[in-house]
C-alpha cells in the first residue's frame, strides 16, 4: 500500500533507507546491496530523489555518495512516517515470531521459496527444532491461506541440522546459501574442530512436493 502511495517499491525502500539512517551517506551498489533492487531502478529513483530535493549527493574520493537532506522542507514529516513504517514492521516479525514459537522448542525458522519469490528452491519453510505436528499443521494451513498458495516445509531436529551441514549434506547447503527470511535463529556457532558425530538421517518432514534432494 505505502508503495502505490510513493508510485514506486524501489522509492519507498530508498526513503525508509535514507530516513532510517539519516546521518549516513551511502554509495549506488551499496544500496542496492541493501535493499535487493535493480541498479538501473535504484540510479533512476536516486536522480528523482535529487531533483526533488530529499536527498543530497558528494562526490568523494571518485566515488557520489548520497545521504538524507535534513534541511529538506517536509524532513520532519517523512522521517515521523519511515520511523513509523519501520516500527510497524518490527511489531509485525515479533508476531511472526510469536506464531512459530508456539510450535515447541525450536533454534531457527526460515522462510524461502515461495515467501521470497525464489521458485528454485524445494521448500518455503525450513524448520529446526521440536514441534508439535498438530500445531505445525495448524500454522502451515494458514500461511497458505495467507499466501492464497502450497506451502512445503522441512522440519529437521537441531542434531541432524549440524551433522548435515557439516558434511555439506546438499539439501542443508542450499538452504544455508538460499534468499530467505529470518523468523528465528537461536543457532550457535560451532567450533569447526569439534568431533562429527553420527546420527541416524531422517527425512525432513513435508508438505506438497518438498523433498529431501540426496547427492
Known sequence: MIEQLFGSKTRVKLLHLFFTNPNRAFYVR?????????????RRELANLLSIGIISS???????????????QHYDALELLF??????????ANEQERRFRELGSLKAVYLLGKFVRDSS??????????????KLDKLVKELEKEQM????????????????????????????????????DDTEDKKKDKP?????KTEPKSSKSAKDKKE
Request: zero cysteines.
Open 83 to 92: 520511523v513509523n513504517i519501520e516500527n510497524s514492521e518490527h511489531i509485525q
Open 196 to 200: 562429527v558425530k553420527k546420527v541416524s
Open 30 to 42: 551499496e544500496i542496492t546491496r541493501k535493499i535487493d533492487e535493480q541498479i538501473n531502478s535504484v
Open 149 to 184: 498458495n502450497d506451502i512445503n516445509y522441512a522440519v529437521m531436529s537441531e542434531e541432524e541440522f549440524e551433522y548435515r551441514s557439516r558434511i555439506g549434506d546438499r539439501f542443508v547447503v542450499q538452504v544455508i546459501e538460499a534468499k530467505k527470511t529470518t523468523v528465528i
Open 121 to 134: 528452491q524445494s521448500v518455503d519453510l525450513f524448520i529446526i527444532g521440536d514441534v508439535n505436528e498438530t
Open 58 to 72: 558528494e562526490n568523494t574520493n571518485n566515488r557520489l555518495y548520497y545521504e538524507v537532506d535534513q534541511d529538506y
